[in-house]
């Protein structure tokens, strides 16, 4: 079966720092791999996902991640932090088993401060 | 196109009372998923739908919910009676019908409190 872990739950930068949020996944089966954020009272959004192909993905407002196969990772960066990015990010995996099931990890919530 | 359409946006009811809530995924999406997040428990599956089916509802907490797709474009989400420990932000996401490689298109949420 898949998981997804998110290695801290709170992150905080300053305003203009690296953003770097940490997620790895265990999966039997070649995964699909997503980032998505959350803002307030607002439903979750896609930022940016792996499918196959090019490891390095970019997204939406200078997001990327970088699929790593030997370390089981997915972790998310974006060179310089902006208030407005200050929001709720899940990593999620999903795998087709016949069907097919998308797993969220628990969340990391980002404080950018000024 | 409008998006997930969710109804209420928030609900607040008392112990026992039954409440539904409704959505309205997005035109041509074949996929329909129910979470609820809560502080304690994050992003759960409540269940998943496809083609209208119930696919998987393992996630549904207990017999007092359920969950109907009657067509394409509308789905609901009951509970009866319901209970204080129900009080959460429940968001009905769609996805184009091609399995595993598809991102979650998520509503806005409904926001329950159970007095």
């Known amino acids: 079966a898949q998981s997804v872990t998110q290695l801290g739950s709170h992150v905080s930068v300053s305003e203009g720092a690296l953003v770097l949020l940490r997620c790895n996944y265990s999966s039997s089966v070649p995964p699909y791999l997503f980032w998505y954020v959350q803002y307030p009272n607002q439903g979750l959004q896609l930022l940016l996902k792996y499918t196959t192909g090019a490891t390095l993905v970019k997204g939406i407002n200078g997001f990327e991640a970088e699929f790593k196969k030997s370390e089981t990772s997915f972790h998310l960066t974006k060179p310089s932090a902006h208030m407005s990015d200050a929001a709720e990010y899940f990593c999620?995996?999903?795998?087709?088993?016949?069907?097919?099931?998308?797993?969220f990890g628990a969340g990391t919530r980002l404080f950018v401060k000024a | 196109d409008a998006g997930v359409i969710q109804s209420p946006r928030h609900e607040v009811t008392e112990m026992g009372q039954e409440v539904t809530l409704r959505c309205k995924p997005i035109s041509g999406h074949n996929s329909l998923f129910w979470y609820r997040q809560t502080m304690m428990r994050g992003l759960e599956l409540l269940i998943y739908f496809n083609n209208n089916v119930p696919i998987d509802d393992s996630g549904m907490p207990e017999d007092r919910f359920s969950a109907k797709m009657p067509n394409a474009s509308f789905s609901t989400l009951k509970i009866q009676p319901s209970e204080p420990r129900d009080s959460a932000v429940y968001f009905c996401?769609?996805?184009?019908?091609?399995?595993?490689?598809?991102?979650?298109?998520f509503g806005p949420g409904t926001r329950l409190t159970v007095l």
């Open positions: 996401a769609s996805s184009l019908d091609r399995g595993a490689v598809d991102e979650q298109f």
């Open positions: 999620a995996v999903s795998v087709n088993t016949g069907g097919f099931k998308t797993i």
